[in-house]
């Protein structure tokens, strides 16, 4: 009997402080609330885009080419906050929105947050800022969205940089992912980690492969977290990790033949390298740059050797072979660090 009354009480205790933590949240992040401790505030625009307020950054002369920077799942912009001028300053219109669900960009209920979704987005900013063309550079979930938009709206891409992309549905089967796409149980457990600052630094360690440092910093921590502690970040949450559906970029990866650079963390956790062989054997014009000493974002942990090869892509003054055939095991050692004090591989050979 007690054994009883011991677990009927653990559950009165654990909806008890469910409700508590739900009733807490805000929700939605509000701009103006934050604008004084954001990241480049003074270059944040917001623009309707079929009826969704959509927050983006953009900077540089509005006659150069234009680069497209698309965050990832659980992210905002902000991944992108060490390489947006510095790509802006090398001559280019740099875009940076936060997708549907995310960032300060609304979260609608009824919207139906789908990759398919997020790249008609993408291709409505770019409508709404009368930009015929762009390259798109898509980091992980973002990564998706770029290859939808090269597959759907083929004549509206430059170029395609893909950063770890997301290329199958293999992500969302990670341990905590499973649990959350349960139904009810998701419901319940999603804002539970979503608010919690002990799981993202847990997820701050999992992400990136170096140790202590301004990667870990509280203000990165809180700049990451910010925007998912709100009601809306977390059914937004739910519903896109229910509607995931990447199979078809990998199945129809042949059908891309846009110039496209594959940029990987030799160390990444959540789109390990192997991920990196299927897109190289299928498109026609892919190349790969490994990152030595590197997770799942080398924007954020490599700055400046980012946007530098970046720039050299969209330049057409990278020296980087073209993909190897079906002989090449990822991930060798195809880029080694020369000179040792650079995390970039670009020992090329002809």
């Known amino acids: 009997m007690k054994k009883r009354y011991l677990i009927a009480g653990s559950y009165v205790s654990l909806g008890a402080a469910l409700w508590w933590k739900l009733s807490r949240r805000d929700e939605d992040v509000a701009f103006d609330e934050y604008k004084d401790v954001l990241h480049h505030v003074e270059h944040s625009k917001f623009a309707t885009i079929d009826g969704v307020r959509v927050h983006y950054q953009e900077a540089g002369d509005v006659n150069a080419p234009t680069i497209v920077l698309i965050h990832g799942f659980t992210a905002s ?11 802006a300053d090398a001559g280019y219109r740099v875009i940076a929105p936060d997708i549907i669900g995310f960032g300060f960009t609304e979260k ?8 398919d979704a997020q790249a008609r987005m993408i291709i409505g900013l770019l409508d709404e800022l009368k930009i015929d063309r762009a390259t798109l550079v898509g980091s992980s979930y973002g990564g998706a969205i770029a ?9 509206r891409i430059e170029k395609l940089v893909l950063v770890s992309p997301v290329t199958n549905d293999a992500v969302k089967n990670q341990k905590l992912l ?15 980690m979503l608010g919690s600052k002990t799981l ?12 202590a440092g301004p990667l870990h910093s509280v203000e990165r921590m809180e700049a990451h977290h910010r925007p998912l502690r709100t009601a809306a970040a977390q059914r937004a949450f739910m519903k896109i990790l229910r509607r995931w559906s990447a199979n078809r970029i990998e199945e129809q990866a042949a059908n891309i033949t846009h110039p496209t650079l594959l940029v990987w963390g030799e160390k990444d956790l959540d789109v390990p390298l192997k991920n990196a062989a299927p897109m190289l054997e299928r498109m026609p014009n892919a190349r ?4 030595k000493n590197c997770g799942h974002l080398p924007q954020e942990e490599f700055a400046p050797d980012f946007a530098k090869l970046v720039v050299e892509y969209c330049e057409d003054r990278l020296n ?3 993909a190897p055939d079906e002989s090449f095991n990822v991930p060798s050692s195809m880029f080694n660090i020369a000179p040792a004090t650079s995390p970039l591989n670009l020992e090329l050979g002809t």
């Open 288 to 291: 790969l740059v490994v990152f």
């Open 77 to 87: 912009n902000f991944v992108w906050r060490d390489v947006f001028l510095p790509l």
């Open 147 to 155: 290859c939808v938009c090269a597959l759907d709206f083929a004549e």
């Open 320 to 322: 980087v072979p073209l």
């Open 178 to 192: 499973r649990l959350a796409r349960v139904p009810l149980m998701g419901d319940a457990l999603s804002p539970l």
């Open 200 to 211: 993202m630094r847990f997820r701050m360690k999992k992400v990136y492969a170096r140790g």
């Open 108 to 115: 609608p209920r009824g919207h139906e947050y789908t990759i």
